[in-house]
């Protein structure tokens, strides 16, 4: 088994941002300069608490389909959001890489979420009364279906994944570190396959508002990011996944889906819809530390040397980048860390 990182390959993806329902409509957005942040009342009044109302937000997450999965109608009822999105672009995800998802069941396909948990924001259920079986049960409902430890297990159930499967909080850069995870167990051979997806819905404006008041969004709704003018950022929303495979595993595993098709066709020969995004050359996370300015207060020491370390694990000369994404938030450190220090 190879274990050379250029063997990771990205080989298929799905969203939901604002304003598009798919990837593709995501980045005809992109291209075309359309604003996705908006203000509407969909999720609570214009104006409340003085905050400003613009951000991106998902529209496309009322319906979904639980006989699909195979999955229990009152406990999905009772799920939030995110939890039934995660299902559908896991699948969507599987279907853009040209793979059966059928053909997966039951091999050794990770499952890694990447999300951010506030805490106190799904509110306190109502007293259970022990003497009575349905109120117990309308709890355990409850309960169950508001983890988010379970984001990752229900794709792997309704799936039949065996591979790891886990949740991942680091904060802003949960769903990066999710991939992290996931292309070092691939790298290991404790998997073969990984879905790798990073989400973030708001329905609670009290977030809104503690975040703006504190300097960390924007109370214009207008991110200036790398500006002097910079007063916080702009919150939106999205759940989007990724499929990886070792490139080898690629090879067999769109081979015997071809067979399959060949031989129910009469050996006809058809085409397939394959992709490849991209190679994954490395992923390395790290953390600060102790930081005398605070722990809130970022470290370009810390970020310098993981950097150095990924362009030299990936045999990349950062002079040649033409292309990279940075976190980049516009927030005023210096308020951050009197807030918090």
Excluded at 9 to 32: H, I, W, Y
Excluded at 191 to 212: K, L, N, R, S
Aim: net charge negative; with cysteine.
């Amino acid at each position: 088994m190879s274990k050379k990182p250029e063997d990771i390959v990205v080989s298929g993806m799905s969203g939901r941002f604002p304003l598009s329902v798919n990837t593709d409509e995501f980045a005809k957005n992109l291209f075309s300069g359309v604003d996705m942040v908006t203000e509407d009342d969909s999720r609570w009044p214009i104006g409340l608490y003085d905050m400003s109302g613009r951000m991106g937000k998902l529209d496309c997450y009322k319906d979904f389909d639980s006989p699909f999965f195979g999955l229990n109608d009152q406990i999905i009822a009772e799920s939030d959001p995110q939890a039934r999105l995660l299902l559908e672009v896991a699948y969507e995800a599987m279907m853009d890489a040209g793979v059966n998802p059928q053909e997966l069941r039951g091999t050794k396909t990770g499952v890694y979420v990447g999300v951010s948990i506030y805490s106190m924001t799904d509110g306190y259920p109502e007293d259970g009364q022990p003497d009575l079986h349905e109120s117990m049960q309308t709890l355990m409902v409850q309960t169950l279906a508001n983890m988010k430890t379970l984001y990752s297990s229900r794709i792997s159930f309704a799936n039949d994944f065996k591979g790891p499967c886990l949740v991942v909080d680091t904060a802003c850069s949960a769903s990066l570190s999710a991939l992290t995870l996931a292309c070092n167990d691939l790298l290991l051979g404790n998997t073969d396959y990984a879905i790798v997806c990073g989400t973030h819905m708001d329905f609670e404006p009290f977030i809104f508002q503690f975040q703006q008041e504190l300097g960390i969004c924007s109370p214009d709704g207008m991110s200036r990011v790398l500006d002097a003018a910079a007063n916080g950022f702009v919150k939106a929303e999205a759940v989007c996944c990724v499929f990886l495979q070792r490139r080898q595993c690629a090879r067999r595993l769109y081979g015997h889906i071809l067979t399959a098709r060949m031989n129910v066709d009469g050996h006809k020969k058809m085409g397939m819809q394959r992709r490849l995004y991209g190679h994954i050359l490395t992923a390395r996370m790290n953390v600060d530390g102790h930081k005398k300015m605070g722990m809130f207060f970022p470290s370009s020491e810390a970020q310098e040397e993981l950097m150095r370390m990924t362009y030299t694990d990936a045999g990349i000369d950062p002079k040649k980048m033409t292309f990279f994404e940075a976190h980049a938030t516009g927030t005023k450190v210096n308020y951050m860390h009197s807030c918090y220090n």
